[in-house]
């Protein structure tokens, strides 16, 4: 009988600890899922919109250049002079956007964006300030 009994008691331990792991299995999944979905939203630009488009870009002093960006992240500037820079970009966090030019070994150049109560986008960083507005997607 008293074998009987810590039997069904080592058993009833077992099975505390088998529910244990399952539901660290459902905080870890849903862990996860929650980091998946913060990613997703970092991946907007700061107007809200998906991050692959078209943008023209328009500094506070000289001409205006376009910035193209694909979904997988890879971009491609085109300058009024006609000169075109490809790279990568990555979304920081939701209002930071960095810029990693293929062609030099700088590392990438963040700006800091804002949108302000007119609508404008705007974004500053070390080469100063200028507007962005989407063009497409």
């Known amino acids: 009988m008293k074998k009987l009994i810590l039997l069904a008691g080592a058993a009833t331990l077992a099975a505390c600890s088998a529910n244990d792991s399952a539901y660290d299995d459902e905080e870890a999944v849903d862990e996860t899922a929650m980091e998946d979905t913060a990613m ?7 107007d809200g919109g ?7 870009v328009t500094p506070e002093e000289g001409d205006a ?5 694909a979904a997988d992240g890879s971009y491609t ?9 490809t790279g990568t970009m990555a979304m920081q966090d939701e209002m930071t956007a ?6 030099d070994e700088e590392g ?6 804002s ?17 962005v507005a989407r063009v497409e997607g």
């Open 115 to 131: 949108i302000g109560e007119d609508g404008a986008w705007t974004a500053t960083g070390e080469r100063g300030t200028v507007t």
């Open 65 to 69: 250049w376009t910035t193209a960006i």
């Open 50 to 56: 998906p991050i692959a488009g078209t943008y023209e």
């Open 108 to 113: 990438p150049m963040c700006s800091e964006s």
């Open 98 to 103: 960095c810029f990693d030019n293929a062609a």
């Open 77 to 85: 500037t085109t300058y009024a002079d006609g000169t075109v820079e």
């Open 40 to 46: 997703e939203e970092a991946a907007l630009a700061p």
